[in-house]
């Protein structure tokens, strides 16, 4: 099943850093590490409010439009 889109936010990625829906159902984003020993992740900054209420049994991640999606989570696949 595909995706759909729940808030249009439109936020502007920039490299280097990891965006995630948080519990607050706002955008927020951390710097990623560079690799063993070298940077260490950044502090989780607020980017933008979306005030998405989140559901029980869905993945909410933003798109590549910079919009928050969701996707029914995959539990339980049967195997060949």
């Known amino acids: ?4 889109k729940v808030a249009k936010v439109g936020v502007k ?3 280097g850093f990891l965006y995630f829906v948080d519990k607050q159902g ?3 984003r951390a710097r990623m590490s560079r690799g063993r020993g070298k940077q ?3 502090k ?3 980017v933008s409010k979306a005030g998405v209420k989140k559901q029980s049994g869905y993945l ?3 798109d590549k439009q910079g919009d928050v999606s969701a ?3 995959a539990r339980g696949r049967k195997s060949k």
């Open 60 to 62: 909410y991640f933003v």
């Open 26 to 28: 706002d955008i927020s």
């Open 44 to 46: 989780v900054e607020k």
């Open 1 to 4: 099943m595909a995706a759909k």
């Open 71 to 73: 996707a029914v989570m």
């Open 13 to 15: 990625k920039e490299q």
């Open 40 to 42: 260490k992740a950044g």
